[in-house]
């Protein structure tokens, strides 16, 4: 089974410089058919367009609050005889939050967590069983290096908390997983060009965290976007329950 016959599912991939549309177009090069699912319907299918003229795959965007099973349910149906199986996902839709721990409501606390852990979770839940079945799958999780250094470049504890909640179920994903041809992989990204910071890392303050990074730049989507494909692959089938740092050298362990 080529790729060509499947289809890789990234979720939140509609924001026009966000890591989840690099992806998109990165796994279309390689010959995946794409599915965009985003809470922006508008935005998810002007990816899915941009995707299909730039590399010649099939495609579909869909409208998606991955924190909803029915909406969820919903999307996932709308692929059914759209696009080829699908063979991938890539749990990129996420949200972030700088608010310090004794600030954060239990209400915004409650949201990072909706939509990094429970988001995936409604999604993966939904797809991996088709995987597990035809004997072939891929799934990676963004995580973040918040999760592994405890915060301190943008996200606060609830972000953290989250992202690491994310790495756990990725190793006992794997572990399920396996033996039925499945992969489960994460990506911590360090501090990457795009919009999810809201313009909060400009000058000094991104000087400063630069200064930080041995490489000398921040990182940019096509850095992440690379090696989630690379972890799609099915030649990547022996990687699994790992996580792989993107960022710079500005976190070692």
Known sequence: MSVSDLTAVVTGAGSTRGIGRATAHALAAAGWNIAVLDLDEPSAK???????ERHGVATVGVGCDVTDEQSVEDALTVLDGAVPPVGALVNNAG????????EVSGEEWDRIFAV????AFNVTRRTAAGMTERGFGRIVF????????????????????A????L???????????????TVNAVAPGLIDTDITGGALEGDRKAELIAGVPVGRNGTVADVADL????CREESGYITGAT?????GSHMH
């Open 244 to 248: 792989y740092d993107v960022n710079g």
């Open 116 to 119: 990094n852990l429970r988001g």
């Open 46 to 52: 002007d990816a899915a367009h941009e995707v299909a």
């Open 95 to 102: 949200i972030t939050s700088p608010t310090p721990f004794l």
């Open 168 to 182: 756990g179920f990725t190793r006992a994903l794997a572990r399920e997983l396996g033996p039925r041809g499945v």
């Open 163 to 166: 992202k690491a909640g994310q």
């Open 142 to 161: 963004l995580s973040s290096v918040s999760a592994e250094r405890g915060g301190g470049v943008f996200g606060g504890v609830a972000y953290s908390a």
């Open 228 to 231: 989630i494909t690379y972890l």
